[in-house]
């Protein structure tokens, strides 16, 4: 047993509302209107936030790997993973969805193949030829609808930094060349993975309401801690922590920022609230959660 999953030995995490249900069956229903699939992963957590039953809702369609974040990630680690999924068969495109421009040809030039392909198979049976249909699918809060913004150059859908903002799925014309069919986030109905279920819960895939605050911070900083020390030292200003006792560390932050009761006791649920904030507003750049070596 890893040092992530004793930490959270005790702690199960599930969460498969209903809608994600229906989300599944309307993929399914509508698959063969489709013509490519660009499944959108977070690049912090390349394996965790991959659907682990792609394969069975897309079927044989030609898929793109888009990954978005890539500029808050680890490029080291995750590019081990960019090179894993090409040899899977995956056209891969990491993107930076706030300052990367021309996001639109990008993803046009990496599905230039799929549409070569089928405008050519409409040629030969006398068809004029037609835009590019593909399925937006991911997890939720990977940054969907913030792609889509980006590509039609206007907000198109809602976004917001929590999952379940898209609660149904919908076409989007693009241009003349591109129509996308935008779908809600989706997990399925057993996380079996728990650390992959923590690494969604840290990094906003699953709803806050239902986890235990002080459960998701030590888990927050025990990966942290593990794998990149010297960001959790210099965010707040401490020389070492004792994994073991994450107490001494919770009260130098609530001391350090102000996260005190009356009395000058230590307000813990606002020190949990902080370091989980941290994490959301990307105040720990360069860092993945996952490793090339949890691939099964």
């Given at each position: 047993?890893?040092?992530e999953?004793?930490?959270?030995?005790?702690?199960?995490?599930?969460?498969?509302p209903?809608?994600?249900?229906?989300?599944?069956?309307?993929?399914?229903?509508?698959?063969?209107?489709v013509?490519i699939?660009y499944?959108?992963i977070?690049?912090r957590?390349?394996?965790s936030?991959k659907?682990?039953d792609?394969?069975?809702?897309?079927?044989?369609?030609?898929k793109?790997?888009?990954?978005t974040?890539?500029?808050l990630?680890?490029?080291t680690?995750?590019?081990?993973?960019?090179d894993?999924?090409?040899s899977?068969?995956?056209?891969?495109?990491p993107?930076?969805?706030?300052?990367?421009?021309d996001i639109?040809?990008?993803?046009?030039?990496?599905?230039?193949?799929?549409?070569?392909k089928?405008?050519e198979?409409?040629?030969?049976?006398?068809?004029k030829?037609?835009?590019?249909?593909?399925?937006?699918?991911?997890?939720?809060?990977?940054?969907?609808?913030?792609?889509?913004?980006?590509?039609?150059?206007k907000?198109?859908?809602?976004?917001?930094?929590?999952?379940?903002?898209?609660?149904?799925i919908?076409?989007?014309?693009?241009?003349?060349?591109?129509?996308?069919?935008?779908?809600?986030?989706?997990?399925?109905?057993?996380?079996?993975?728990?650390k992959?279920?923590?690494?969604?819960?840290v990094?906003?895939?699953?709803k806050?309401?239902?986890?235990?605050?002080?459960?998701?911070?030590k888990y927050?900083?025990?990966?942290?801690?593990?794998?990149?020390?010297?960001?959790?030292k210099?965010?707040?200003?401490?020389?070492?922590?004792?994994?073991?006792?994450?107490?001494?560390?919770?009260?130098h932050?609530?001391?350090?920022r102000?996260?005190?009761?009356k009395?000058?006791?230590?307000?813990?649920?606002?020190?949990?609230?902080?370091?989980?904030?941290?994490?959301?507003?990307?105040?720990?750049?360069?860092?993945?959660?996952?490793?090339?070596?949890?691939?099964?």
């Open positions: 047993m890893n040092k999953e004793k930490v959270f030995s005790n702690t199960v995490i599930n969460w498969f209903g809608h994600m249900a229906k989300t599944r069956r309307e993929i399914k229903e509508n698959i063969n209107l013509d699939v499944e959108v977070d690049s957590m390349p394996l936030s659907i682990i792609i394969d069975e809702l897309i079927g044989n369609k030609d793109v790997l888009i990954m974040k890539y500029d990630c680890d490029k680690e995750t590019n081990k993973f960019i894993y999924y090409k899977l068969g995956y056209k891969v495109l993107v930076d969805l706030i300052g990367m421009k639109s040809k990008q993803v046009l030039d990496i599905s230039q193949d799929t549409y070569n089928l405008n198979s409409r040629k030969n049976k006398g068809l030829p037609r835009s590019l249909r593909a399925l937006v699918i991911g997890v939720p809060n990977v940054g969907k609808s913030t792609l889509i913004n980006r590509l039609v150059n907000k198109a859908t809602n976004v917001g930094n929590k999952p379940g903002v898209t609660k149904s919908s076409w989007i014309r693009i241009n003349k060349d591109l129509e996308l069919l935008d779908t809600p986030g989706i997990l399925w109905p057993k996380l079996e993975n728990q992959f279920a923590h690494n969604l819960a990094l906003s895939s699953i806050e309401e239902i986890l235990d605050q002080e459960q998701l911070t927050i900083i025990e990966v942290l801690y593990t794998l990149y020390p010297e960001k959790i210099e965010r707040y200003k401490v020389e070492s922590i004792d994994l073991n006792n994450l107490v001494e560390f919770y009260n932050i609530g001391k350090n102000g996260a005190l009761l009395g000058n006791e230590i307000d813990y649920d606002k020190v949990f609230s902080i370091i989980i904030n941290d994490l959301k507003t990307n105040k720990f750049e360069n860092i993945t959660f996952d490793r090339i070596e949890e691939v099964e």
